[in-house]
């Protein structure tokens, strides 16, 4: 299993960001997909995730804000991000659960 994602940067508070993960080798519409984010003070934390039939769920901190959706014909997961906020900066990495990968992660900065 391979997964690669894209879309982080630098954006100021109250910004939006779309984040993208690819993923191969795997049956990617059999399996629920996460996101999930680290920094140097919070060890990998849950952002959200997608069942295999499109359920959403959300930590509490992104709920209202963030949107995570997947296109099965493409094998892509997305995290869309809105009114982002100084705390949401972290490496965000993509997570499949068939066999537990990960991605590389992509880093996303908030200014204030």
């Known amino acids: 299993v391979h997964l690669v994602e894209s879309g982080g940067g630098s954006v100021q508070a109250g910004g939006s960001l779309r984040l993208s993960c690819v993923a191969s080798?795997?049956?990617?519409?059999?399996?629920?997909m996460g996101w999930y984010r680290q920094t140097p003070e919070i060890e990998r934390e849950f952002v959200a995730e997608?069942?295999?039939?499109?359920?959403?769920s959300y930590a509490d901190s992104v709920k209202g804000r963030f949107t995570i959706s997947r296109d099965n014909a493409k094998s892509t997961v997305y995290l869309q991000m809105n009114s982002l906020k100084p705390e949401d900066t972290a490496v965000y990495y993509c997570?499949?659960?068939?066999?537990?990968?990960w991605g590389q992660g992509t880093q996303v900065s908030v200014s204030s």
């Open positions: 997608t069942t295999s039939d499109g359920t959403a």
């Open positions: 997570r499949e659960y068939s066999l537990g990968s």
């Open positions: 080798g795997m049956t990617f519409s059999r399996y629920t």
